[in-house]
Structures are given as structure tokens and as C-alpha cells.
């Protein structure tokens, strides 16, 4: 678990480390509904370093403030910067294989604010057209469908329904966001 509180001291941390980043994952829909509990880790869409082109300064940075080093699904960093008594494990990702998230969807997120700390994030129907374009984690996609018919999450309709047009399998993410309640 990753709450609001070591999230933004370990986002803190990366920025003042020079990391320039998006959050891009669950932590998104958990920040949208007012939760404590994050989720298990933070994956952000790296922006500067560079995963391709300087990933030696990803592993730097981690053993220069004594932070674990390793690697994600994809083979990209993952950082587990330690918070008072909780890890918070980060994971760095960027366009590779078949990671994709379009430029679009990056240039129209938003700076948030959690704890004090601002930092930048896609809007929750960028995150949910994602989600439901990977094709895994039903589970995901249930749990927020059940919070969305309850009212403990917003979701612009209208607003999924365009961001989906960046993608080929656009009716696949539809169908899939209706099937699940979210639309």
C-alpha cells in the first residue's frame, strides 16, 4: 500500500532529483476518489532522463540516495524509494513495444496537488481509455465501474468517447468501458 502521504514525499523526492515525469496509472483513479490507500505502485511515463537513451542515470540517482534499483514487466526502471516505514515503488515507462500512450493524452495532463506536492497526471478518462485498451486487469476495470455507478467516481462519457479516437481498436476500449459501467 502506498498512501497519499508517502506518495507525495517520494514524488517530492524524484523531483528534487531532477525527474521530470507523468503519473499514467492507478494512482490516478485513486487520487479521483479521495482514497488513502494508492495502490501498490506508481507507474509514470518518464520524461527526463530518458529510459532509452540514459537509463544509467535512473540507477544512479537510486544508489546515490540508497533507493532500490530494479526493473519493470517491461524491462524499464523501477524504483523503490523508502518513506518513513513504507517502500513506494516506482515505475518508469515510455513508448516501447507495445507501451503506448499518445502524445496527445501527455500534453493535456494536468498539474495535481496531493499533500503540498504538485505533480503532473493524466486526467482520469486518459487513464480509464488506457486501461481499457491494455486488455488486462479486468478486475481494475470492474472495481471501477461498481465505484462509478455509486458516485465515488466522476467520469466525463463524452470525454472517453473522443480520447478513444487516438486508437484503432477504439470500439474494443468503448465496449469494454460500457460493459464494465463506466460509460
Known amino acids: ?8 514525499q517520494a514524488m517530492r523526492r524524484l523531483l528534487d532529483n531532477n525527474f ?5 496509472g492507478g494512482t490516478i483513479a485513486a487520487l479521483a476518489m479521495g482514497q488513502q490507500d494508492l495502490g501498490d505502485d506508481v507507474d509514470v511515463f518518464a520524461e527526463s532522463p530518458s529510459i532509452v537513451d540514459n537509463e544509467d542515470a535512473f540507477r544512479s540517482v537510486a544508489e546515490a540516495n540508497s533507493w532500490d534499483y530494479g526493473q519493470t514487466w517491461l ?4 524504483i523503490t ?4 516505514d513504507e517502500e513506494v515503488p516506482v515505475e518508469f515507462y515510455d513508448n516501447l513495444y507495445d507501451f503506448y500512450i499518445p502524445e496527445r493524452f501527455l500534453a493535456e495532463a ?5 499533500e503540498g506536492v504538485r505533480v503532473k497526471a493524466l486526467g482520469l478518462e486518459h487513464y480509464l481509455v488506457l486501461k481499457a485498451r491494455s486488455g488486462s ?3 481494475t476495470l470492474k472495481y471501477l465501474g461498481e465505484a462509478a455507478r455509486k458516485g465515488r467516481l466522476k467520469v466525463e462519457a463524452n470525454r472517453i ?6 486508437f484503432d481498436d477504439r470500439q474494443v476500449i468503448i465496449r469494454k468501458l460500457k460493459e464494465y459501467g463506466i460509460i
Open 1 to 8: 500500500m502506498v498512501s497519499r502521504r508517502a506518495f507525495a
Open 20 to 24: 521530470k515525469f507523468t503519473v499514467i
Open 75 to 78: 524491462g524499464t526502471p523501477r
Open 81 to 84: 524509494i523508502i518513506v518513513s
Open 137 to 139: 486487469d479486468d478486475e
Open 161 to 166: 468517447y473522443d480520447l478513444s479516437k487516438e
Open 110 to 114: 494536468k498539474r495535481v496537488e496531493v
